[in-house]
């Protein structure tokens, strides 16, 4: 019923301004603004919405991840652009915030709005 149609996910911030700032800017992701939601434009022709919430909560799940060759680099990178990455208990994680153990090598990070995201090591 629902196979053949084209699906998609979108997320809350509280504040559109600084979405597109932290997406566009520090992510340097491709993003639209439209009737006041905000796109990102992710590779394989992906578009997410994000949208304004009066009282959003953020995600308590990753919401996005970004698969990358070079983990370190990005991580590297992403920390000069001023992004801090997350410490979870349970999880080791290096002094890069990069957690090497089970599956794919992979760091979180939140955006403005206290979304959680992550780099995955491909």
Known sequence: MLGDNREF???SVDGLEKAKQFYGGT????VSEDNGLLTLHLAGDTNVPVY???GHT???FTLLDFPVDDIDRVVGE???RGVTFERYEGFEQDEKGIHRGRGPEIAWFKDPAGN????LGT
């Open 78 to 80: 992403l920390v000069a």
């Open 9 to 11: 996910s979108g997320f």
């Open 52 to 54: 304004p919430k009066d």
């Open 116 to 119: 959680v995201l992550s780099v």
């Open 58 to 60: 953020p995600a308590a």
């Open 27 to 30: 992510l340097g992701l491709r």
